[in-house]
């Protein structure tokens, strides 16, 4: 029986073998490397040239065009990209514009000292952020399109595990950088953060050369027709309107109202519940991560601290968490992984509020970031993998885009207020705050599990 159960399990991590997923790998790099540059990395870079923490907090923002990039998910799904699309496919087309955009704003960040122009910091910032959002829908379109859903989950792990290594580099990497050319440690200068973002700029090469050599997944086009488009093209064809125009109509029915109307017709009063779920799942790591780094350089921690155990040991934990809930997804399902995820992502945040009552403790925190991290992962894996199920293929980037942006839309405005949470509150209680808010979601994903929701095939 045991003998059995170890195969089981074996084969079970067989699953990163494959490779469609193990192409993840680069595709996940591409992907995190702008994120923390424009939240994390930028509120360590703000708070050392002294800008207030409300600020800091009110800026954290700029990440809503995460949350609404469904908005134009339907451009990217169905817009074609003069000569680009022809040459490199749809996603390609899309995946290789976005990028050149995220390494020009990359370089006009490192250019701007936010202590002359914050203004154009941040401009540049949101740059980099719709862009960087641009390349998400992409991704996740080719990712959810390139294999059946039971691969999901491991997809979803060495995606994260790219993402995290591009992560280790935008964070850690930038900080080393800015700490080794920095004249005086003592002060803050300019200079050693336009090295660091600069080096990011060109490290947008791995992403651009990543997607000139990938191919399309093999989703032919007119599999793009669902029987949503065919209900309005019948309903059309009796319209005296002129051809093109009729052919426009069709087609922004398809790009912008079938989507939606899809989602709604599958899973019908349960939708609601499916959303809430989304909307919530990721609430206590959101927006405790706001604060994270304020925290740390309230508390003392160095530059090379911070890089070394939360950028870089902290990182790996998360990589481990993923690969843990890709395999629990495949052993245990989806759901129950769900849960566990929701559970522990709440309960380490409270390891916060003893870290904060001990001041500057390295060992305290390498043992905080390795639970909350390696929690993280777990959560994640799982939480793709549920999302990456939900979808129709006929319109994999706009349906994921709006659940992707459903996740971090209510978070990250909350999160918008918690350096004024802070401020007037302190950090323990905060951090206790977090903890609470994930209370709610372990409910949703209990109701959610009991709803059964079909999932459809992806092969």
């Known amino acids: 029986m045991k003998s059995s159960e170890s195969s089981g399990w074996l084969q079970a991590w067989q699953v990163y073998t494959h490779p469609r997923v193990l192409g993840m790998l680069s595709l996940g790099f591409s992907a995190g490397l702008p994120l923390l540059l424009i939240l994390g990395t930028l509120s360590f870079w703000l708070r050392e040239a002294g800008i207030d923490r409300a600020t800091i907090g009110h800026l954290s923002w700029i990440g809503l065009a995460y949350s609404f ?13 003069p000569l680009l699309t022809r040459l490199l496919g749809r996603r390609r087309a899309w995946l290789l514009l976005s990028q050149i955009i995220i390494t020009v704003a990359l370089v006009g960040m490192a250019l701007t000292d936010p202590v002359v122009d914050l203004a154009q910091l941040v401009f540049f910032a949101l740059a980099v952020a719709f862009a960087s959002a641009t390349q998400d829908i992409a991704l996740d379109a080719y990712r959810i399109e390139a294999v059946a859903v039971e691969l999901q989950g491991a997809m979803a792990a060495t995606y994260q595990a790219g993402y995290r290594i591009a992560m280790i580099l935008a964070s850690a990497g930038v900080l080393w950088i800015a700490a080794s050319v920095d004249p005086s440690a003592a002060a803050y200068e300019h200079l050693p953060w336009r090295f ?70 599958r899973h019908g009063r349960q939708a609601l519940l499916i959303l809430s779920l989304i909307a919530i799942y990721r609430i206590s790591d959101v927006v405790m991560g706001v604060m994270s780094n304020p925290f740390y350089v309230d508390m003392g921690y160095s530059k090379d601290e911070v890089a070394t155990i939360s950028k870089v040991y902290g ?66 894996s799982a939480f793709i993998a549920y999302l990456s199920g939900l979808t129709n293929s006929a319109y994999s980037a706009t349906q994921y885009a709006l659940f992707s942006s459903v996740m971090l839309l209510l978070p990250k405005f909350i999160a918008g207020f918690s350096g004024q949470f802070v401020d007037a509150y302190g950090y323990e209680n905060f951090f206790i705050t977090t903890a609470l808010l994930g209370l709610p979601v372990l409910v949703l994903v209990w109701l959610a599990g009991q709803a059964k929701f079909a999932i459809p095939d992806k092969k």
């Open 69 to 81: 990039k469904w908005l134009w998910s339907p451009l990217v799904d169905r817009l074609p990209l």
């Open 196 to 265: 660091a973002y600069l080096v990011m700029a060109a490290s947008m090469a791995v992403g651009i050369t990543t997607t000139l050599i990938i191919r399309e997944p093999d989703v032919p086009y007119n599999h793009l027709i669902s029987d949503n488009e065919r209900i309005a093209q019948q309903a059309l064809a009796t319209w005296n309107l002129h051809p093109r125009f009729k052919s426009l109509l069709i087609w922004l029915y398809g790009a912008l109202i079938a989507p939606f109307r899809d989602f709604i017709v």
């Open 315 to 380: 990182v790996i934990m998360t990589i481990a968490g993923a690969a843990i809930g890709g395999v629990l997804t495949v052993k245990l399902g989806i759901m129950r992984t769900l849960f566990l995820g929701a559970v522990l992502s709440a309960a380490t945040n409270l390891l916060f509020v003893w870290l904060a009552g001990r001041g500057h403790d390295v060992s305290g925190l390498i043992f905080t970031i390795s639970a909350d991290n390696l929690s993280a992962g777990i959560a994640s």
